[in-house]
């Protein structure tokens, strides 16, 4: 079985300052995919960015970028100038690559909780 | 606005009611999952359908029952609930032959027990 690791229940910052928020993974897969996911009061799940492992190069979208350390286990997200729409719940989380080639459930972290003040 | 929708979106029930949760999607995804969220907790897996089968069950008990009637629907079945299964039920779907595609996930329904 796969654990993930949030270890920042709750980070507070400016609005245009840069935020990193950490994730740690154990798993024993060769083949699997990290996400992160917001999840603001309004309760929907939304991607931010999504990783492969197989590949090298970090992931980015727009203002939010990840460091993927995979000997480390560690799939950490940035937040580049940080808005006050960026307030939510942020879920790191993992999936194998379903036996068979199928599909397969999400194993989150806890969650961390991201204010940006005015 | 969501490509997953779910209804209803809030839900209160006794214990001995009988009651479905509804998901739909129509972007052509083969997998759909559902998941469910105590309050100020991850999402936890549930059921996984690929092509409309039944792939996995995270050995959840017998008075939830999922169903997958077709490619758009999936439904959740429910009876003899317990207070302790109040929470925020979460639908998703994605692609089922490409995994690395993400999940995309409905508003939820938010249910409780009395």
């Known amino acids: 079985a796969q654990t993930v690791t949030q270890s920042q229940p709750e980070m507070s910052v400016q609005e245009a300052e840069t935020v990193t928020l950490s994730c740690t993974y154990d798993?024993?897969?060769?083949?699997?995919?990290l996400f992160w996911y917001k999840q603001p009061p309004s309760r929907q799940m939304i991607l931010v960015i999504r990783q492969e492992a197989y590949k090298q190069q970090n992931a980015t979208e727009n203002r939010f970028s990840v460091n993927f350390q995979k000997a480390a286990k560690s799939f950490s997200l940035k937040i580049s100038d940080s808005q006050l729409g960026d307030t939510a719940m942020y879920f790191c989380?993992?999936?194998?690559?379903?036996?068979?080639?199928?599909?397969?459930?999400?194993?989150f972290g806890k969650g961390t909780h991201l204010i940006i003040q005015p | 606005d969501t490509e997953v929708t779910q209804t209803p979106k809030h839900l209160v029930m006794g214990m001995t009611n009988k009651k479905s949760l509804k998901c739909e999607q129509h972007?052509?995804?083969?997998?759909m999952y559902w998941y469910k969220q105590k309050a100020k907790k991850p999402p936890e897996l549930m059921f996984v359908?690929?092509?409309?089968?039944?792939?996995i069950n995270e050995s959840v008990p017998s008075r939830f029952s999922p169903e997958c009637p077709n490619s758009s629907l999936l439904n959740l079945h429910l009876h003899a609930l317990q207070p302790e299964d109040s929470a925020l039920y979460l639908c998703a779907s994605s692609q089922a032959d490409r995994v690395s595609q993400p999940q995309h996930f409905g508003d939820g329904t938010r249910l409780s027990i009395l």
């Open positions: 972007m052509g995804h083969r997998a």
């Open positions: 798993t024993s897969e060769n083949n699997y995919y």
């Open positions: 359908y690929s092509y409309e089968k039944l792939s």
């Open positions: 989380a993992f999936m194998k690559h379903g036996s068979g080639g199928g599909a397969d459930g999400l194993t």
